[in-house]
């Protein structure tokens, strides 16, 4: 599990013993059975998880998931890296997020309509007391936001709603932005080398690939491969990526989309390339598959997409990892803009929302960063190390430690 390792920050960082206590559990794990009448009048049944793992720092924020194998465990594991998320850029929400267990392929639109507005029902008060704000996870997106503040009326308990219903211009963009940022910043400070230098495999075409691949092509990049889940396409010229973007928004698969080599998802963590992004899914990055990465630079859109054993292999062989709770805050960042306006009322436009971006991850960046290479330790220790001190030290201000 990608969970805060006790032993990995020790010596980074002074914590308070009975900190640990607090992060090794979390506040609250929810279960529920959620039942609905599908569009073709058969009965739906699917598991709903919903975990705040801390939120001394205020209220849990996290995605909604939606996957045939999402569990308890990784809804737990998922909420605690929004705990550190949270925390290492400095937005005040706590860690949380939900998972519901269903095949996304195998509902049509008015099922999953009715699915989320069955899900407000079960959660219905955590949203509407603004202990829980989700936002858009795997197989959920603006549209889906849009039927729960339908439910609630709340325009702060939910983000990542369109921006016509309340929701931020940026914010479909805004984790691919953070992802190329912090992209930008690593090749700089451990490279010496611009963007215009670099060539990028992502793997995952989806919120987050799609508009990492499209800013980081946009500063100069060579997107030298991309992928879904049917697999990917591999050019070492670069792929066209307006036309996979164009592709990716009809529905179509990359592979038909892109001009080049097909490769699977396997082969495309192992090609030549200066950058690795990985944006699909948690735990692709293996103990045994690690050793196959020739990128210098292994950068998580993803949540998770690297597990522990991985994490050894890549700093041995000088792979440097940028973790997925810098990495991809971009998303969470433009949540808080959007639940700041929808608290005041105020309007905000794209170039602002990526100007919040920017800022608060170059800001962690550096602290991570200079951490890093003050100790010797791995960017993800570093940065779990800043993420535990912020939350230990909201904890002692509510007299918890
Ligand atoms: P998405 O559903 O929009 O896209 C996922 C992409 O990955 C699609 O191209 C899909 O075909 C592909 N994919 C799915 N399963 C795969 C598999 N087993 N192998 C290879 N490819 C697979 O999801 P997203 O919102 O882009 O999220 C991607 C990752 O980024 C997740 O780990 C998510 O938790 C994380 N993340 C998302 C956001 C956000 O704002 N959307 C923010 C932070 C982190």
Redesign the pocket.
Known sequence: MAVLQRERIEGLIDLPREAHAFFETPEKQMQMHLTVRASNNEVLHAEVYVVYHNTSRGPAKG?I?MAPNVSLAETAE?AELMTWKTALVTVPFGGGKSGVCLDPLKIDRVTKDTVLREYVHLVGLELTSGAYIP?????T?PRDMAIIFGETHIPESVT?KPPRVGGLPGRRE??GRGVATATQLACKRFLGRAPGELTVAI????????HAAAFLHGMGARIVAV????GGVHSGDGLDVPELMRA?AAGEG?RSAGKGEEVS?AELLALEADVLIP????H?ITGENAGGVKARLLVE?????TTPEADGVLAGAGVTVVP?ILA?????IASYVEWRKAKSGSLTDAAETYEVIDSLITNAFGRVAGLTEEKGATMRDAGWALAAAEVAEAMADRGWL
């Open positions: 995605g998931r998922l936002a858009p996870d795997m197989a997106g990542g805004a984790t793997q995952g075409f989806g919120n987050v690939g799609s992928s879904d889940i049917d990716a990359v998802n944006a699909a899914t948690g692709v859109g993803a949540n998770a997409p997925d991809n805050a971009g998303g969470v």
